[in-house]
């Protein structure tokens, strides 16, 4: 070095923008109740991808056929498998998550689920699953939408493209 040696000029500018950049990156921002993500994985019969290089994709199949030893018991377990990852405050009261679908063989005909959830917490996940005789019988879902509802009213909404 040329005997300066490399220091930084702190200006007060300088430091409150640090300052407010470190704070900000510990405060806890406030949760709204909201759907922040939607996995998705179809379970078919002959399904080419379980058979892939990718670990993960192997996995996913066989987390979700564990324990299923019969022809029967596997085909049960067939279908569109969501999980909806979403965020609310917490002692809210409950929350209901609700599934619109709609599935190739039913046409305009939309189908539902609906999952009461008593104790939210900040981060919470819910399983949707359309498998059994529902899937075997109509078919894949084309449409979906997914939605949270608390006291009546819908808080938040995330829709698959097709969905109207």
């Not at 500018?13 to 922040?36: D, K, R, Y």
């Not at 993500?37 to 056929?65: A, T």
């Not at 894949?140 to 006291?151: E, P």
Request: aromatic share 10%.
């Amino acid at each position: 070095m040329d005997g300066m040696g490399s220091r930084i000029a702190w200006s007060p500018m300088v430091a409150l923008l640090s300052l407010t950049w470190l704070l900000g990156s510990c405060a806890n921002t406030p949760v709204t109740t909201e759907i922040t993500k939607v996995k998705y994985y179809h379970l078919k019969d002959s399904d080419s991808e379980s058979l892939s290089i990718d670990p993960m994709i192997r996995f996913e199949r066989e987390h979700l056929l564990h324990g299923a030893v019969t022809e029967a018991e596997q085909q049960d377990r067939l279908g569109h498998y969501y999980v909806l990852f979403w965020s609310a405050m917490p002692a809210v009261g409950p929350v209901t998550v609700r599934f619109e679908f709609r599935q190739i063989g039913t046409g305009e005909k939309v189908s539902q689920l609906e999952q009461v959830v008593p104790s939210v917490g900040e981060h919470n996940t819910t399983l949707l699953r359309v498998s059994g005789p529902i899937y075997q019988e109509h078919g894949r879902i084309v449409a979906w939408r997914a939605s949270l509802w608390r006291d009546g009213n819908e808080i938040d909404v995330m829709r698959s493209f097709l969905w109207e």
